[in-house]
């Protein structure tokens, strides 16, 4: 089968087209097929509530006082907008104060898989391509910027750059160990935490459907939902390994988060589906 022709472009079709800065697009913005990383870990809570001082929301940290980031790191080799790369940094938050959550490297995991009341926040992207930065911005309400960025792949690990596209200023570079399968130690870990029943339910499921908040103000001035729909033919992951993974941030904001990863997801066959904002 087509990677355009999965069930899950048919229960998400194309609606129609926009007319933004760039030209015509089509609506809703889809991936067809791509491979790339999700990295969870933590961060300094102090760095990441100044980040968010203009957001009507809450970063959810953890119980020795550290937010909760997700970086997303992906190729995305077939789209409705073109082939493209994509860096995504999300903060973990919700609307109201919660209590803090145990410590537990698979945080991150968890709460997208188990936990509506916890939003992620699309807060740093960055693309590779004018038209995909231009959708991003415009219809999305992301903060999207332009980005030099490379991705490449073998059996062994996976290497990335991206940078600033107007001043070759690095953003982050690293190399992650590609997982082959899922280890024993962090699908058992994981399992404890999401519970059987749930786990089987989860796993019966066709796609994983998770609401994506944008920062106020690119375009919206409140932080909306939109509804994003996942699946992915390999998921592997495990914890994150010093002596196979390396990341590296550049002289931005984001390097004063100091950020820890703790877990590594890696996933192939990529479709997903972003809807509009409401």
Same mark, same amino acid.
């Given at each position: ?33 791509? +491979? &790339? %990383? ?12 100044? =980040? *968010?001082?203009?957001? !009507? ?65 699309? +807060? &740093? %992207? ?12 415009? =219809? *999305?309400?992301?903060? !999207? ?61 066709p796609w994983v459907s998770t609401p994506v908040l ?26 994150y390994d010093q002596r196979l993974d390396r990341l ?14 703790q877990c590594v997801q890696y996933m192939d066959g ?9």
């Amino acid at each position: 089968m087509p990677s355009s022709e999965h069930p899950l472009f048919k229960q998400h079709p194309r609606t129609g087209t926009a007319f933004i800065s760039i030209g015509e697009v089509p609506i809703p913005y889809q991936i067809y097929n791509g +491979y &790339g %990383l999700f990295i969870g870990g933590v961060g300094e809570l102090e760095v990441v509530q100044r =980040l *968010l001082h203009h957001e !009507a929301l809450t970063p959810v940290q953890t119980a020795d006082g550290k937010a909760i980031i997700g970086l997303w790191i992906c190729n995305f080799t077939a789209a409705s907008l073109g082939p493209h790369h994509e860096l995504q940094i999300s903060f973990f938050v919700s609307r109201r104060p919660l209590a803090p959550l145990p410590n537990n490297p698979l945080n991150t995991l968890a709460i997208l898989l188990t936990r509506p009341n916890i939003h992620m926040l699309c +807060y &740093g %992207l960055w693309n590779n391509t004018p038209q995909v930065v231009a959708y991003n911005r415009e =219809l *999305l309400s992301l903060n !999207a910027q332009l980005t030099s960025s490379a991705i490449t792949r073998n059996r062994q690990h996976i290497s990335f750059s991206f940078a600033a596209a107007d001043t070759q200023q690095p953003v982050l570079t690293g190399t992650i160990g590609q997982p082959q399968r899922t280890s024993v130690a962090a699908g058992l870990a994981l399992l404890r935490i999401i519970g059987f029943r749930r786990s089987m339910a989860l796993a019966r499921q066709p796609w994983v459907s998770t609401p994506v908040l944008n920062p106020v103000g690119v375009v919206l001035s409140h932080n909306a939902a939109a509804e994003t729909f996942t699946h992915n033919d390999v998921n592997a992951v495990r914890y994150y390994d010093q002596r196979l993974d390396r990341l590296d941030f550049g002289a931005t904001p984001y390097q004063a988060l100091q950020f820890m990863p703790q877990c590594v997801q890696y996933m192939d066959g990529f479709k997903f589906v972003y809807l509009q904002p409401t």
